[in-house]
């Protein structure tokens, strides 16, 4: 089983469009949780760490559930820029493990 | 902005060659990582260093593949002979303790 689950997608919605992504981890002992985009061709970058509270940052929201071992991440008001890959990306100890990645394309 | 550098950003070269990628972690970041990424596997890690010290190099085959870090600002990953499945993205990343960490621009190899 792999460590980290997401829907490859892809997800094509149009401008201004809400959606969510979500990824399950398999290892309850994981201590830290991100959201990395990665554009074609180009690095992973760090988008945004997760809280067990839920955090929010401009029209990104995003939310973990430990006892489900479930991550999310919401996109309101969606930008032709946001399209990309977002990769779930969960640390166990040191170092990071990434999911394959959701595939997003925001179409005019 | 600090920023990690990898070179080369693309090699091609022939099956059995030696292949050496370089990487300048961010000055003060104690923690060096090399992932590999492929369409079918996604991003894998292949080995990290923590104050130079290897840490974990499971992830790479250790017949063909060597880390090390000679100096803070250095980390080499090296590849001796390649093969035409080593071909992918090879990225470098580095960070400090518990946030999460920068990615170089990767090397793009290709093993014809």
């Known amino acids: 089983r792999k460590e980290v689950e997401q829907d490859p997608g892809p997800f094509n919605v149009p401008e201004g469009a809400t959606v969510a992504f979500n990824c399950t981890y398999s290892?309850?002992?994981?201590?830290?949780f991100f959201w990395y985009r990665q554009d074609c061709r180009k690095e992973p970058k760090l988008l945004m760490s997760?809280?067990?509270s839920g955090n929010e940052d401009g029209r990104f929201t995003a939310q973990l559930n430990r006892a489900s071992q479930y991550i999310s991440l919401l996109i309101r008001d969606s930008k032709l820029s946001d399209s990309a890959t977002y990769l779930c990306?969960?640390?166990?100890?040191?170092?990071?493990?990434f999911g394959k990645g959701t595939r997003l394309s925001v179409i005019a | 902005d600090a920023r990690v550098t990898q070179t080369p950003r693309h090699k091609v070269t022939e099956m059995g060659q030696e292949v050496t990628m370089r990487c300048q972690p961010i000055?003060?970041?104690?923690?060096v990582f090399w992932y590999r990424q492929t369409m079918m596997q996604g991003l894998e890690l292949l080995a990290y260093?923590?104050?130079?010290?290897?840490?974990?190099d499971s992830g790479m085959p250790k017949d063909r593949f060597s880390a090390e870090m000679p100096d803070a600002t250095l980390a080499t990953l090296k590849i001796q002979p390649s093969e035409p499945r080593d071909s992918a993205v090879y990225f470098c990343?580095?960070?400090?303790?518990?946030?999460?960490?920068?990615f170089g621009s990767g090397t793009r190899l290709t093993v014809v």
């Open positions: 990343a580095s960070g400090q303790d518990s946030y999460g960490y920068t």
């Open positions: 290892n309850s002992a994981s201590q830290s």
């Open positions: 997760v809280y067990s």
């Open positions: 990306v969960v640390r166990e100890n040191t170092p990071l493990v």
């Open positions: 000055l003060g970041h104690n923690t």
């Open positions: 260093f923590r104050n130079r010290a290897p840490l974990d």
